[in-house]
């Protein structure tokens, strides 16, 4: 589970975001650091067994969104994230594929998965995959435990105009409008308090993985 003291560290770390408060912390953060970390690890045990794309060598470490800003391009020149993120696919944290994100942030924790903004290849070609084989996602997304989970495709990547080489008449033309593939569930934080935390996030991810199969088939990545 997440210790209550992780939540407690992200909150003051929000109200105190700056490098000295950060470095007289310090320890603080350790122990919430190897907390995620650990949390991490026993999520991977289990959705291993779920997917097997994951490296059986991937583990909690390697999953964890560094806390450190890029701040390099950005207005807000704040140092530090106020959450902890860890991501997992079959290339590891980030990686051009399909896979899975959970946001450890007090009051606005959530989990998500699918394929985020897909390079212009992997993009016609899941696409054309919709195009071809509308049923097979749609027996994924629209199953009443699909939706009573995620509701259904996030909708806030999409283009406003038809995307090149479709009707503007096509039967799933929403769907291909789409510029990002993912579904997200939001998480309180008593969810991730709880001894049942684990249990709570593989249910997701359970839910989750056919729709990170079906892309990566598109993508002729599995």
Same mark, same amino acid.
């Given at each position: ?101 959970? /946001?450890? /942030?007090?009051? /606005? ?107 990566? /088939? ?5």
């Amino acid at each position: 589970m997440i210790k209550k003291e992780t939540f407690h560290f992200l909150k003051d770390l929000a109200a105190n975001n700056d490098r000295d408060w950060f470095q007289e912390n310090k320890a603080r953060y350790e122990e919430a650091r190897q907390n995620v970390e650990d949390f991490s690890d026993e999520v991977l045990k289990e959705i291993k067994k779920i997917d097997p794309s994951i490296p059986s060598e991937f583990s909690g470490k390697k999953s964890m969104m560094r806390i450190y800003r890029d701040v390099r391009f950005s207005k807000n020149k704040l140092p530090y994230k106020n959450n902890f993120g860890i991501g997992i696919s079959s290339s590891g944290k980030g990686g051009d594929t399909p896979g899975y994100y959970i /946001q450890i /942030q007090p009051g /606005q924790s959530f989990i998500a998965g699918g394929y985020w903004m897909p390079e212009a290849d992997h993009l016609k070609s899941i696409r054309q995959e919709i195009d071809y084989n509308t049923q097979d996602l749609l027996k994924i997304i629209e199953t009443k435990e699909f939706t009573a989970h995620f509701g259904g495709l996030s909708q806030e990547d999409k283009l406003k105009t038809t995307p090149k080489g479709y009707d503007a008449e096509h039967e799933h033309i929403e769907l291909l409008r789409l510029k990002s593939f993912t579904v997200s569930e939001k998480l309180k934080d008593s969810d991730l308090n709880s001894s049942k935390a684990i249990e709570t996030i593989v249910e997701s991810l359970k839910l989750i993985n056919p729709l990170t199969v079906f892309l990566k /088939q598109a993508i002729g990545n599995y």
